[in-house]
């Protein structure tokens, strides 16, 4: 295995990260297991970064994929009429849209998160004419300029090596404690002829913050910025890349808040495989793109709407919705179990659904619990400003026998970090 990982020291670059935190080498996987070459098995609590909320190898899916290149169907074709898109947007409007009445067009963009929301951002400033975006602390909307001038993450933004301009960062759902009132400030900033503050061009938020620490808004917090945008004209895009696709319960994160937002990012977990795909949905007096105007070699991944089209099946009914929330509820208390068992380490539970965590106030308690839990076989990383947030983001297909298995690995984990932490704050003898 040494000798294998060298390979990656010799020739890959530097800025590789997740290898770091998980250092060996994969070859296999299927559903919620991801095998190592060395023989290893593991639990997988990250699903690619929420990319995966179906698991790994879906057999539905894998059997659309194969068959589809078999028969040697298109599979590269920019924005040109193929079969597979047009299944694809047929089965999205019939499945998604239409039931929750919506009539939202689907633009697609280049296929990562971070091309739907520079998309995004770009078709706000050209419905509106005007430049600002307000953004909220702790945001994380993907690694490209315009993405990372809405993030709020300083090392992030550090990596960009220019001036990040054109934002308005407000405080987030409860970013602040003691009762302060986020949406009545910038509301007040709006209306303030002496705010400094510019009309926006439109707002960008997630409903829970994934890399910015599994911060959720409520739906009463999140009823009141969409209430708000609608009286000052502001577009306001949900950037559900990590949050969509299930996983905190139904297909957008933002419907049991009751709203319908300007603009949807969804990427991730859209394709349902693991093959890059975004689309960035837009209300049709929105769509004001001429043809050509935004484009990209990338936005017509044929494969990718096979699969996507294949995972549209487990939004057919509530059930999987309905699993979410029952499998989020055992996380929840055994997340809950841990933080009463070690006050010391300052926990916080957080999340909804299956995209949870426990912040841990000890610097660097986070970081160890992830590591002693990969080290016993259960995959999992941190999020957060500090990486202060022990993370979960299993496949929502997970059995619940193998994700009561990880949670005793983790709790395992967070039991022996407490003590190592216990044992090196113990005066010597």
């Known amino acids: 295995m040494t000798a294998t990982l060298d390979v990656f020291d010799r020739h890959e670059s530097a800025v590789r990260s997740y290898i770091r935190s998980f250092p060996t080498v994969f070859t296999t996987a299927k559903g919620h297991l991801i095998h190592a070459e060395d023989g290893r098995q593991y639990i997988d609590f990250f699903a690619g970064a929420g990319a995966l909320n179906y698991g790994h190898n879906d057999d539905g899916m894998k059997a659309a994929l194969l068959d589809y290149i078999a028969n040697d169907g298109i599979t590269h074709a920019l924005d040109m009429g193929t079969s597979a898109k047009a299944r694809f947007l047929e089965r999205f409007h019939e499945v998604i849209l239409a039931p929750r009445g919506m009539e939202h067009r689907v633009l697609f963009p280049g296929p990562t998160g971070t091309n739907a929301v520079e998309t995004a951002l770009k078709l706000a400033r050209k419905v509106t004419g005007r430049e600002k975006i307000v953004s909220f602390t702790n945001a994380f909307h993907g690694m490209t300029l315009g993405s990372l001038a809405v993030t709020g993450n300083a ?62 808004a409520s739906f009463g917090w999140l009823k009141r910025l969409n209430d708000l945008c609608a009286r000052w004209d502001l577009p306001l895009i949900v950037d559900d890349v990590q949050a969509g696709c299930g ?9 049991p808040a009751g709203i319908k937002p300007d603009i949807v990012c969804l990427s991730k977990s859209i394709s349902g495989y693991g093959l890059p795909m ?74 909804r659904g299956l995209m949870r965590g426990i912040a841990l106030g000890v610097e660097g308690a986070a970081d160890q619990v992830c590591a002693e839990a990969f080290a016993n076989g259960v995959i999992m990383e941190t999020s957060g400003p500090d990486s202060e947030v022990a993370k979960l983001l299993p496949p929502l297909t997970i059995p619940e026998d193998a994700l009561r298995e990880g949670l005793d690995i983790m709790a395992r984990a967070v039991d022996t970090v407490a003590a190592r932490i216990a044992g090196a704050d113990r005066p010597a003898a």
């Open 247 to 255: 996983r905190t319960g139904p297909f957008f994160s933002f419907e």
């Open 155 to 216: 090392f992030k933004r550090g990596g960009a090596g220019l001036p990040l301009d054109n934002t308005v960062f407000m405080p987030f759902a409860d970013f602040i404690d003691g009762g302060f009132d986020s949406l009545d400030y910038l509301e007040r900033m709006l209306a303030g002829g002496g705010s400094g503050m510019d009309m926006p061009a439109g707002v960008i938020v997630e409903t829970v913050q994934g890399e910015g620490g599994i911060n959720a």
């Open 278 to 351: 975004a689309l960035v949905l837009v209300r049709p007096d929105m769509d004001v793109f001429s043809p050509g105007e935004h484009n990209g070699t990338f936005r017509g991944n044929a494969t990718a709407f096979v699969t996507a089209t294949e995972a549209l099946r487990f939004w057919t009914d509530d059930a999987l919705s309905r699993e979410v929330e029952r499998k989020g509820a055992i996380i929840e208390e055994a997340l809950t179990a841990m933080a009463t068992k070690h006050p010391q380490l300052q926990p916080e539970v957080r999340g």
